[in-house]
């Protein structure tokens, strides 16, 4: 009997090894998919029921994890979480997480990997383990000065530290509050998120660095003017044609100025009060002098068509290929198919302001262990010299006319040089245009390079430009950066 | 080769003690790390449970030393290791319900029935002397058997509980009567077979290479299948049905050396499947939640759901390579997480490394049994180990393959491990009969022996088909007189 006997106990090895496998095969090989399983409950139940790091912005947190009675022992708490929430995020037992909630999940939760040893100590020891926190570069004065000086007009503005990059503020209105989203309670979940769906004012887009991109309009025009000196024909003082209207080849329309005027005498301009005063027609021959070949290639060096991350995902502004000569001429002023994201305009504006090198924009300082272990750190990151220190000399010059003598006085501050540049960009029939304003300052010595857009002309309606609906605004947020 | 071993065989008790303090350790360890893991603190009674465990081992293990010095040493330390990780289990599965409305501790019972398990192991030992005297006893465990198996379709004490009715309920305690006839219909199996393995494996026709049996030899098969789908029709116990007929086709074979007996087998199982499949709604529904889990129409309607399924997989995937940690998963979203997917909560919180050293002991044990049976000179032993062993080995796959869908789940538990006194109690005595019989198949022979055999051939010859019980001359039990130790091992 024993050779059957040996072959019974091969065939129980037979029925364990198919165990083996069949078990490998659902906790590794296809494990990534059984957790990615919207029924699994598991991922985000494990999450909320350890607890999560907090964001601090400042010295103070505004999203922590408060200890609860419940099933899930920590509740996400959002403090003025309407003003953060374009960075924030929200965390949602239903919905998952967004902003910073989501981009840095895993830190937060204690997950991971650079926490590995941590959990490992945390296991061993018995200790309930920890989320990390994370330290924004959001200043919350400006944040603040941002939020209020934005009032309950619809649009977003971003405020960048030129030398570094780091971002001070970053607001989007109409705004929600994340708190709304955290709760535990499904169906209040559910119904707050159909709420929020449902609402015109579209609150969940971060107007800021997504949603439905805008048309920048003449802060555009620091593009142009960097095309511009950068391809040598052209200095500050280079004398362009500025009539009141500019012909258009291949059509009958015509580029206007706005004023409906001529932008100097004789129909002539030179580059700066071009600039200054916001000359279509000068712009709109600028764009077929220099061709959307050299425009799009000076645009996608300021960031343009580039995915990017900080570590928020931030929607590519675009600009489009192949034009005909209209349609240069309507790049060359940002109008025809250019679309932007503020934060896009904002880095413009720092380039410029930090001697033409481009900082990588970024939230997120640091990310601190619960044991004070510094996890990352973050370092000023280069993405290029888009324009050479010459030209933005030229450009810093030429956008401190802007304020002191052009579209943008409403943006002078007493004893501080302003460099700025307004758009009021055209984008339906028969709305208002989208203000518009960046700047940065001092000019000298720059601490901050602000972008502000307000939809649709905001409480100003038609009678809206970027110099007197968006500027006051980038006023307020400087105003509020040089107080520190 | 040739000389027969002089020096003392060895009984090995003493590595069985140290296996044993390890396997106490891995307990107690176990149980302390639920305690550190769901509550942050080393559990209060840490030292009165590891001591209560030591107890119980050491109840068996001096048992062994008086009554079965012989016995395998590797045995005893793998069942109490079993047991403590699902005590363990159990007891973190406790923690994570307390507080609920109808709350009540798993793990205190669960001791309470391995006691009475040990106990019963323990007794096995003191008083089955030897093996063979339960052959006396096969048409007894015959009738004893199918009486168990019949229990729960009595009206008044049988209970049908989740849509299976193989439960009797003797005042406050349920109990499976399944579990038990599975060990005495294995003795009458072996006892049965190794009188009749003669008719069963000689007569017959040649057909294409393959022993075909006599149309009246396929009696017994015939009963053996049709009580396993009574099994299945009357108690809707899928598990315990593939369970009795997979290890009666096993014996039949290990028996007849017949491989047209696992061909009969395995075609009336597939034709009897077949047929449940098509006719009843439950085996349809488990099919179909076996076949496609995910599905939303599969998942989400109300009868024969693949939640639970689907469920255990996403604790598992959750526990990942090596696990949450005891206290960190969250077996109990997974229904019936301590009874029939105990090995899915083991999963998610020792992951595939834990799993994997679970599934080794079981395979250890199992091949134990095997060694057992090879090694065991009658042939009556040699059946009931093997049966006894392919037991274990059937019901992991069973309840492990339907819960990671290898097959359709069905109602059985995880032997030694899962919550249920009728199983832990019956598993306990099955590691008693095994310990029985491993010490007669390795204890020296008796000290009359025929002449030393004469050529090395023979020693060889022995461990193979050859030589083996009964198709020379000597009866079954005659064997038992040879001097030659098979299956002597280290």
Redesign the interface.
């Known amino acids: 009997?024993?050779?059957?006997?040996?072959r019974?106990?091969v065939?129980?090895?037979v029925?364990?090894a198919?165990?083996?496998a069949?078990?490998?095969?659902?906790?590794?090989a296809?494990?990534?998919?059984?957790?990615a399983?919207s029924?699994?409950?598991?991922?985000i139940?494990?999450d909320l029921s350890r607890e999560r790091g907090p964001i601090v912005v400042g010295d103070d947190p505004v999203v922590t994890s408060v200890p609860v009675e419940d099933r899930f022992k920590f509740q996400r708490t959002y403090t003025d979480g309407e003003v953060y929430a374009p960075v924030t995020g929200f965390y949602s037992l239903v919905y998952g997480a967004t902003g910073i909630e989501g981009a840095e999940s895993r830190l937060l939760a204690g997950t991971d990997d650079d926490q590995f040893f941590t959990r490992f100590a945390d296991?061993v020891s018995?200790?309930?383990p920890r989320g990390a926190t994370v330290e924004l570069t959001i200043d919350p004065a400006v944040q603040q000065a941002a939020w209020d000086a934005l009032g309950d007009q619809r649009g977003a503005v971003v405020a960048l530290d030129p030398a570094t990059g780091d971002v001070l503020a970053m607001v989007s209105k109409p705004s929600y509050d994340p708190q709304s989203l955290a709760g535990h309670e499904r169906s209040a979940v559910v119904a707050q998120w159909q709420a929020l769906l449902a609402d015109e004012g579209d609150p969940l887009t971060n107007r800021a660095i997504g949603g439905n991109l805008y048309p920048p309009g003449s802060v555009f025009k620091i593009v142009t003017a960097a095309a511009a000196l950068e391809s040598g024909r052209y200095q500050e003082s280079s004398v362009l044609p500025g009539p009141a209207v500019l012909d258009l080849p291949q059509t009958s329309a015509g580029l206007p100025n706005s004023s409906g005027t001529a932008c100097g005498p004789n129909e002539e301009t030179t580059l700066t009060d071009a600039l200054r005063i916001s000359c279509n027609t000068a712009f709109g021959f600028l764009g077929m002098e220099l061709g959307g070949e050299a425009i799009k290639e000076q645009a996608d060096r300021f960031g343009f068509d580039t995915d990017l991350r900080i570590p928020l995902r931030v929607s590519q502004s675009t600009i489009p290929d192949d034009l005909n000569e209209p349609q240069e001429a309507q790049t060359g002023i940002g109008q025809y198919e250019t679309r932007v994201t503020p934060l896009q305009v904002a880095m413009v504006s720092a380039a410029v302001a930090n001697g033409g090198e481009l900082m990588q924009p970024n939230l997120v300082r640091r990310v601190v262990a619960p044991d004070l272990d510094v996890l990352r750190s973050s370092s000023p990151t280069s993405m290029g010299e888009p324009i050479s220190p010459e030209t933005a000399a030229a450009l810093n010059r030429m956008m401190q006319t802007v304020v002191s003598d052009g579209t943008g006085r409403s943006a002078q501050i007493d004893g501080v040089a302003v460099a700025g540049k307004t758009g009021t960009a055209q984008h339906a029939e028969g709305q208002s245009p989208h203000a518009w304003f960046t700047a940065f300052a001092p000019a000298d010595d720059p601490q901050v390079a602000v972008a502000v857009v307000v939809e649709s002309g905001g409480t100003a309606g038609d009678e809206a430009s970027g110099g007197r609906t968006a500027a006051p605004i980038a006023k307020a947020v400087i105003e509020a950066v040089l107080a520190r | 080769m040739v000389t027969v071993s002089e020096h003392a065989p060895r009984t090995r008790r003493n590595v069985e003690l140290v296996l044993l303090v390890l396997a106490v350790a891995i307990s107690a360890g176990a149980y302390g790390l639920v305690g550190?893991?769901v509550n942050?603190?080393w559990p209060a009674q840490l030292y009165l449970y590891g001591a209560g465990f030591a107890v119980l081992s050491l109840v068996v293990h001096v048992t062994l030393r008086l009554r079965a010095p012989y016995a395998d040493p590797v045995l005893l330390p793998i069942a109490v290791a079993i047991n403590g990780i699902g005590l363990a289990m159990l007891h973190r599965i406790d923690l994570a319900r307390v507080g609920n409305d109808d709350f009540s501790p798993l793990a205190p019972r669960q001791l309470m029935w391995a006691a009475i398990g040990v106990g019963l192991c323990t007794a096995v030992l003191w008083l089955l002397r030897d093996h063979r005297v339960l052959r006396r006893y096969t048409f007894t465990a015959m009738v004893a058997g199918l009486a168990l198996l019949a229990l729960p379709m009595l009206p008044l004490i049988g209970t049908e509980i989740n849509g299976a009715r193989i439960w009797i309920s003797l005042g406050p305690f349920g109990f499976q009567p399944g579990e038990l006839a599975k060990i005495v219909l294995t003795v009458f199996f072996a006892g049965y077979l190794v009188t009749q393995r003669d008719n069963l494996s000689l007569a017959g026709r040649k057909v294409l290479g393959l022993h075909l049996p006599r149309g009246r030899d396929l009696g017994p098969i015939l009963i053996a299948w049709m009580a396993s789908v009574g099994v299945l029709v009357v108690e809707r116990d899928l598990g315990t049905s593939l369970l009795f007929f997979g290890v009666f086709v096993?014996m039949l074979?290990?028996?007849t050396?017949r491989v047209s007996w696992i061909l009969i087998g395995m075609g009336l199982f597939v034709g009897g499947a077949v047929i449940a499949w098509r006719i009843f709604d439950h085996v349809n529904a488990r099919v179909a939640a076996w076949l496609d889990p995910?599905d939303p129409a599969v998942?989400d309607r109300e009868l024969g759901s693949s939640y639970q399924l689907?469920q255990g997989?996403?604790?598992?995937?959750?526990?990942?390579?090596v696990g949450?940690?005891f206290g960190?998963?969250?077996p109990t979203?997974v229904p019936y997480s301590e009874s029939d997917f105990i090995f899915a909560a083991l999963?998610e919180e020792l992951?595939?490394a834990g799993?994997?050293a679970l599934?080794c002991l079981?395979?250890v044990l199992?091949?134990r049994g095997?060694r057992t049976?090879?090694g065991v000179r009658d042939?009556f032993g040699?059946?009931l180990a093997?049966g006894l062993?392919?037991t274990i080995?059937?019901q992991?796959?069973v309840v492990?393959?339907g819960v990671?869908?290898?097959i359709p789940l069905t109602g059985l538990t995880m032997p030694l491990l899962a919550y249920g006194g009728s199983s832990l109690v019956s598993n306990w005595i099955i590691v008693g009969l095994l310990l029985r019989i491993s010490d007669s198949a390795r204890r020296p022979a008796p000290a009359v022996q025929q002449q030393p055999p004469d050529a090395g051939a023979t020693q060889v010859v022995s461990?193979?088909?050859g030589a083996?019980?009964?198709t020379g001359s000597a009866g079954p039990d005659d064997d038992a007189t040879t001097n030659l130790r098979?299956g002597g091992s280290p």
């Open positions: 009997m024993n050779t059957p006997l040996r019974l106990s065939v129980a090895f029925l364990f198919t165990l083996l069949s078990t490998t095969w659902i906790q590794f296809s494990a990534g998919d059984l957790r399983d029924r699994n409950a598991r991922t139940l494990a296991t018995g200790r309930e | 550190a893991g942050g603190e096993a074979y290990v028996a050396e995910f998942y689907v997989m996403f604790g598992m995937s959750n526990g990942g390579l949450t940690g960190r998963g969250m979203l999963g992951g595939l799993l994997f599934l079981y395979m199992v091949q095997f049976a090879i042939g040699k059946l093997a062993a392919f080995a059937l992991c796959f492990a393959g990671t869908r290898v461990l193979g088909p083996s019980a009964g098979k």
